[in-house]
T-cell receptor
């Protein structure tokens, strides 16, 4: 009965590789988000989708591409991984008009 | 642009005692939402408490309560009867009511509970 799930929870990869992180929510929410938490624990929004429409696209390198096949899923694809991409990536969801975001367990990405 | 400031990078409290975590924010909006999230070592982000700016009454959730001072743009979290399981990073967060409804987080306060 997991509300917001992410796979994988850990991802270790080499520089230059392409990787994806998947997110799914079973809360019936229509808005989903990706956040990045850096090594100093600072959390910052990257993207948000409402009903598969991109709403927020913060200043993120275009190597990062979110994809929302339906409103229950929001995947994050990263091309040409760099050392600075190492972080914990959180998916979250909320209901449009609601004000609470529910977070997934996070994916720790390590780029070697 | 909105900002959220947590001026205490770390705090410690004796088990069973009370501790208050500070948070200030800056916004030109009159309607918004404020949150405290907890992140234990498991790294899961857990909502602790939320406050709607239009409500004058301070939110309370069991041992957790807030002191919301809208004019001062202050939103502190009080934890009563601290327990070992309260040890975590605590993030103060702000959310605009607008369609792009992103949450802006403070840098966090690491809370240690001393047995």
């Amino acid at each position: 009965d997991t509300a917001v799930s992410q796979t994988p929870k850990y991802l270790v990869t080499q520089m230059g590789n392409d990787k994806s992180i998947k997110c799914e929510q079973n809360l019936g929410h229509d808005t989903m988000y990706w956040y990045k938490q850096d090594s100093k624990k600072f959390l910052k929004i990257m993207f948000s989708y409402n009903n598969k429409e991109l709403i927020i696209n913060e200043t993120v390198p275009n190597r990062f591409s979110p994809k929302s096949p339906d409103k229950a899923h929001l995947n994050l694809h990263i091309n040409s991984l760099e050392l600075g991409d190492s972080a914990v990536y959180f998916c979250a969801s909320s209901q449009q008009g609601g004000y609470t975001q529910y977070f997934g367990p996070g994916t720790r990405l390590t780029v070697l | 642009a909105q900002t959220v400031t947590q001026s205490q990078p770390e705090m410690s409290v004796q088990e069973a005692e009370t501790v208050t975590l500070s948070c200030t924010y800056d916004t030109s909006e009159s309607d918004y939402y404020l949150f405290w999230y907890k992140q234990p070592p498991s790294r899961q982000m857990i909502l602790v408490i939320r406050q709607e700016a239009y409500k004058q009454q301070n939110a309370t959730e069991n041992r957790f309560s807030v002191n919301f001072q809208k004019a001062a743009k202050s939103f502190s979290l009080k934890i009563s009867d601290s327990q070992l399981g309260d040890a975590a990073m605590y993030f103060c967060a702000y959310r605009s009511p607008n369609r792009d409804d992103k949450i802006i987080f403070g840098k966090g306060t690491r809370l240690h509970i001393l047995p």
